[in-house]
C-alpha cells in the first residue's frame, strides 16, 4: 500500500542561493519553514570572497529568519587571487562551511570567478590541507563549446586533472546533469561527492522548449537530454551516499526571467522538500530521501544531522502562481501546478 505519510528528520539544503537585500528578506522564511540548514551561495554582486564579508552576510541572513532556528552555513567565492590565508582564517571561522568554484563567465554573478584553476593551487593545497571542500560549479566556458557539453568537457579538461593535483581534496560537484558526472562521482573516491537538483531529476531539455519557449525551465547548468535525466533518477533509485540534496533554489525577479536575455535560475525553495518527496515515491524509492535529503549531505561535510523530524502527508495542493520578491515579483518552480506531498 502506498504510504500517506512520513516522518524524516528534519533535511538540509546543501546549495542554495538566498540573495541580499528585499529579495533575502522575501524568500530566506521559504528556506528556513523546511530545511535545518542550507550552504549559501556567496555570488552576490560583488561576491562574498572574504571572512569578513561572509560574517557580514550572515548576520544579513539571520535577520531575514528571525524567528527561526535556520542556520546558514556559508561559503566564500573563489577568485584568482584568494590567498591561502583567508582559507586559514575561514577553517577558523566555523561558520564558513566550503569555498566556491565557479568558472570565469559560467553563470550569474561568476565575472570574478576562475580564469585558470591552477591559479588558485597553493589555495587549493591548503583547503586540501585543512579539510574545507570545494564546491564546484561543473561547466567549461569556452565559447566554442556546446553549451549541453560543457559539464562533460569540464569534467576531462579541469576535475580529472584537479584530483590527480589534489587527490584528498574534498569536493561537491554541485548539480550535476549528467550521466557523465554521475558516472564520475559514483566511481571517485570517497571525497567526492555531488548534489541534485529537483529540476534536473523532474525535466530534461524537451521542458524548455514545450510549445515555445519557457524561460521558468531555463536554469544552468542547462537541462539536459533524457538520457541524463535517467541517469540521474537512478542514482537517487540506487540510494548512493555520494549524492545529496541541493536545490540550487536561485529566484530572479519575472521581468528578468521572462525577457530577451533572460537569466538562468529556477527557484523552488518554496516546496523543495515536497517536489523531491513527488521525485521520490514516483520512482519507487520514497524509502531513500531521508537519507538523500537528511543523512548523505551532513555526513560528508563532517557534520552532526539534525535531531529534529518533519512530517509529509500526502496531499494534493496548488502551488501559487508568484510570489512576491521585494518590490517585484516571482514565479516559483511549477507555478499552478498540483503536487501531492505537503509539509505538515
Ligand atoms: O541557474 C543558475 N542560477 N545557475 C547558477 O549556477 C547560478 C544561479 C543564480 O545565481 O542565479
Ligand atoms: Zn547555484
Known sequence: MSKTQITITQPDDWHLHLRDGEALTSIAPFTAKQFA?????????????????????LDR????????DFEPLMTLYLTDN??????????????????????????TNSDAGVTDIRLCDKTLEKMQEVGLPLLIHGEATAPDIDVFDREKVF???????????????KVVFEHITTKEAADFVTESTANIAATITPQHLLFNRNAMFQGGLRPHHYCLPVLKRDTHQQA?????????????LGTDSA?????????????????????????????????????NLEAFASFNGPDFYGLPRNSRTI????????????????SETL??????????????
Open 37 to 57: 540548514r542550507a550552504i549559501v551561495m556567496p555570488n552576490l554582486n560583488p561576491p562574498v570572497t572574504t571572512v569578513v564579508q561572509a560574517v557580514e552576510y
Open 61 to 68: 541572513i539571520l535577520a531575514a529568519v528571525q524567528g527561526t
Open 82 to 107: 584568494t590567498r591561502p590565508d583567508e582559507i586559514i582564517a575561514a577553517r577558523k571561522s566555523c561558520f564558513i562551511k566550503g569555498v566556491k568554484l565557479y568558472p570565469s563567465g559560467a553563470t
Open 155 to 169: 569534467i576531462e579538461t579541469t576535475l580529472q586533472p584537479l584530483m590527480q593535483r589534489f587527490p584528498e581534496l
Open 232 to 244: 540521474l533518477l537512478a542514482v537517487i533509485r540506487s540510494g548512493n551516499a555520494k549524492f545529496f
Open 251 to 287: 529566484p530572479h525577479a519575472k521581468s528578468k526571467k521572462e525577457s530577451a536575455c533572460g537569466c538562468a535560475g529556477i527557484f523552488s525553495a518554496h516546496a523543495a522538500i515536497e517536489i523531491y518527496a513527488s521525485i521520490f515515491e514516483q520512482q519507487d524509492a520514497l524509502d
Open 311 to 326: 512530517t509529509l502527508k500526502k496531499q494534493e495542493w496548488q502551488i501559487p502562481e508568484s510570489y512576491p520578491l521585494g
Open 331 to 344: 514565479v516559483p518552480f511549477l507555478a499552478g501546478q498540483t503536487i501531492n506531498w505537503k509539509l505538515a
